[in-house]
């Protein structure tokens, strides 16, 4: 059944009150889908279709709505209905949502969990917001490493139901301190009176609890893991990353770097739950920024106002020259900002980022200056002295953009800030006034009396 289909069908048997047939609808439903049911449903029938949902489903359909509609639900549930539906959730789940949540709603919600998950969840939100710990669960399988595969498989039918995972477990000593992780193929394929000892990996890597969350996304990403352990200072296992979590925050990120790339203040909200004034308050301090940036080039072109007022065709070229240049600098920034985010380059790598960019600078410089020296000579009537002008500038502009491209991000790393707000917008700011200043100074050299 297709999902307008699907969404119509909801519609019909709610207002038919056929609440028999609904509850086997949505039995058949996997916990996405029925969140964005939920997200189009009307709120007075919220409630009623939540409750109608499986249990076994309702925990992770919940985890998977917006946090508006999560908030309306806690505040017309019972302290019943909504510990029940914490006892199913996993911490990490608990974590974003208490997270999201105004502080009334997330004492509530914290009331209503019992004393071991409340202190697992305070444990979590104390560490920092991008860190690994802040994404992680408590929720895992250990072993001991004098285990037998049967005493392993005894324990996690003993306590697996309510790990976020059982494929990978992870054998510690008493201390919690991390010596080996095994996974349940291994089990499944080892005799059962094989020590745990005799078959788990020793050479674990793991993450620490303050690590950035983007390395942690890159450990899975290079290691193909479906949880990674996360450790303190001492290598005492204290939580993991599960894949699921290391996707959303990919996501998270990518999405956040398009946003600084855009000059738009990030936001975790869907496009359209963003409201339009919150919407201008994302977007307009960088557009302002933008704006008083680019009195720069004004200053600039009027400072050479005589140059254009005796040779009034360079003018035309303007803003072929500004956009060239900055479309160059965008290329060679974005390139720079990927690599950096997913390790391919580090700071200390800038002398051979710049060795690269000056070889390709030169390749596209030199092809765009023989194009553009045949345009402006036979397409935009410039006489030969000019059109040399204006392909030298172009030749001379790529090369100085896609230096400033590769070094603006580098350096903005290098002191501790994302180099993805140094994107597109503000590289082409900067690289529109340099190219200005490299086109007069071309002008003023091969013209001759030009001044």
């Known amino acids: ?74 505040l017309r549930m019972s302290d019943a209905e909504l510990k029940a539906m914490l006892d199913e959730l996993f911490v990490d789940d608990t974590v974003d949502i208490i997270e ?22 305070n444990e979590i939100l104390n560490y920092p917001k991008d860190s690994a710990g802040s994404i992680m669960t408590t929720e895992y399988v250990r072993l001991n490493k004098n285990m037998s595969v049967a005493d392993a498989f005894a324990r996690i039918r003993r306590v697996g139901y309510e ?10 000593e008493s201390d919690r301190t991390l010596v080996g992780v095994v996974t349940a193929m291994d089990l499944m394929l080892a005799e059962t009176d094989t020590l745990i000892s005799e078959l788990m990996e020793t050479n674990v890597i793991s ?21 990674l352990p996360v450790v303190d200072g001492g290598n005492r296992l ?16 990518a999405t956040e770097d398009v946003e600084k790339m855009a000059a738009i203040t990030p936001s975790d909200k869907p496009y359209l739950k963003v409201g339009v004034f919150e919407t201008w308050k994302s977007r307009i301090p960088w557009l302002m920024i933008l704006m008083i940036s680019a009195t720069f080039t004004s200053a600039i072109m009027a400072s050479y106002e005589s140059v254009l007022s005796n040779r009034v065709i360079l003018s035309f070229f303007i803003p ?45 410089g030199i092809s765009l200056a023989i194009v ?5 000579l036979w397409l935009d009537g410039a006489d030969s002295t000019e059109a040399l002008v204006v392909s030298l500038t172009i030749a001379m502009a790529v090369v100085v953009a896609k230096l400033v491209g590769a070094c603006f991000p580098v350096l903005i790393k290098k002191i501790g800030f994302d180099p993805a707000v140094v994107a597109s917008p503000f590289i082409t700011t900067v690289v529109d006034a340099l190219a200005l200043v490299v086109y007069f100074a071309v002008a003023t050299a091969v013209i001759p009396g030009l001044q």
């Open 1 to 74: 059944m297709e999902k307008e289909e699907l969404f119509e069908t909801v519609a019909s048997l709610l207002v038919k009150s056929d609440y028999s047939s609904l509850r086997r609808i949505l039995a058949e439903l996997e916990p996405f889908d029925l969140a964005e049911i939920c997200e189009e449903l009307n709120e007075s029938h919220l409630p009623l279709v939540f409750r109608l949902i499986p249990k076994d489903a309702a925990a992770e359909c919940f985890a998977n709505m917006s946090s508006e509609l999560q908030e309306l639900l806690i």
């Open 100 to 121: 999201e949540m105004p502080a009334n709603v997330a004492a509530r919600m914290l009331a209503n969990s019992d004393p071991e998950t409340r202190q697992q969840i």
């Open 163 to 172: 790990k976020e995972t059982i494929y990978t477990c992870y054998v510690t």
């Open 207 to 227: 993450a620490r609890t303050d690590d950035d969350r983007e390395s942690v996304v890159i450990k899975f990403s290079d290691y193909n893991f479906l949880a």
């Open 238 to 253: 204290v939580g993991i990353v599960t894949v699921d979590d290391a996707i959303d925050v990919a996501l998270e990120e």
């Open 320 to 364: 072929m020259l500004m956009g060239t240049a900055g479309n160059a600098g965008g290329q060679t920034s974005v390139t720079i900002i990927r690599a950096l985010s997913l390790g391919d380059v580090e700071t200390g790598d800038v002398l051979r980022i710049l060795w690269k960019e000056v070889r390709v600078s030169l390749l596209c």
């Open 372 to 376: 553009c020296f045949g345009k402006a």
